[in-house]
């Protein structure tokens, strides 16, 4: 199974500052055939299911506003909110879909400092 | 807009089966455009992918449940659902179903509400 690590655990930012969570797969999830990361970025706000913000490691899904923002390639990702709103506090987990069994990093908590 | 919503018994005694119906309305589960999942999640933890039922009842399932896993499609009420024998304290857990599509495999797009199962005598 390809692991996924996600850092921080937790993180405190203050609105409208920018809140940075890194993603790290044990192996690369990069299709060489087509140069795509099998990467993923969902939200999931206290009571709901998670969200998917983020594919293909920096394309938003649709209505996803344009503050969020992924980068990376291959074993190392970052997930960028940029300008933190009081809405955006939730727990954010990356996922890899390169290969079955599909895995999710363990988390990180988002607040408002 | 497709929508997905879990039902079953919430309260399972350990070593029973636990047994969830998964109904997706909006849509249809025959279409051929998506795989349909089960993910779960223990409280305050992370996300665990179960399997996935597609196409006339083939499955993928993550190996480490393999052994108590069983899913199926009932495309006549348009719902898939998911069995997991033997259940202990470890499989309590909100319980998801999810869709991916087939030209994005892997990739969870629309998911239900969740349904909190609890195992215990």
């Known amino acids: 199974d390809i692991v996924m690590t996600q850092s921080p655990d937790s993180l405190s930012v203050s609105l409208g500052e920018r809140a940075t969570i890194n993603c790290k797969s044990s192996?690369?999830?990069?299709?060489?055939?087509?140069?795509?990361?099998?990467l993923a970025w969902y939200q999931q706000k206290p009571g709901q299911p998670p969200k998917v913000l983020i594919y293909?490691?920096?394309t938003r899904d649709s209505g996803v506003p344009d503050r969020f923002s992924g980068s990376g390639s291959g074993t190392d990702f970052t997930l960028t909110i940029s300008g933190l709103q009081a809405e955006d506090v939730a727990v954010y987990y990356c996922q890899q879909y390169f290969s079955s069994p599909y895995t999710f990093g363990q988390g990180t908590k988002l607040e408002i400092k | 807009q497709m929508q997905l919503q879990e039902s079953g018994p919430r309260l399972v005694k350990p070593s029973e089966t636990l047994s969830l119906i998964c109904t997706v309305s909006g849509g249809s589960i025959s279409s051929g455009d998506y795989y349909w999942s089960w993910i779960r999640q223990p409280a305050g933890r992370g996300l665990e992918w179960i399997g996935r039922v597609y196409g006339r009842g083939s499955t993928n399932v993550n190996p480490s449940l393999k052994s108590r896993l069983t899913m199926s499609l009932d495309m006549s009420n348009e719902q898939f659902s998911l069995n997991l024998g033997s259940v202990t304290a470890a499989d309590t857990a909100v319980y998801y179903c999810?869709?991916?599509?087939?030209?994005?495999?892997?990739?969870?797009?629309?998911w239900g509400q969740g349904i909190q199962v609890t195992v215990s005598s």
């Open positions: 999810a869709r991916d599509p087939v030209v994005m495999s892997g990739l969870f797009d629309s």
């Open positions: 192996h690369s999830v990069l299709f060489n055939s087509n140069n795509k990361s099998y």
């Open positions: 293909w490691a920096s």
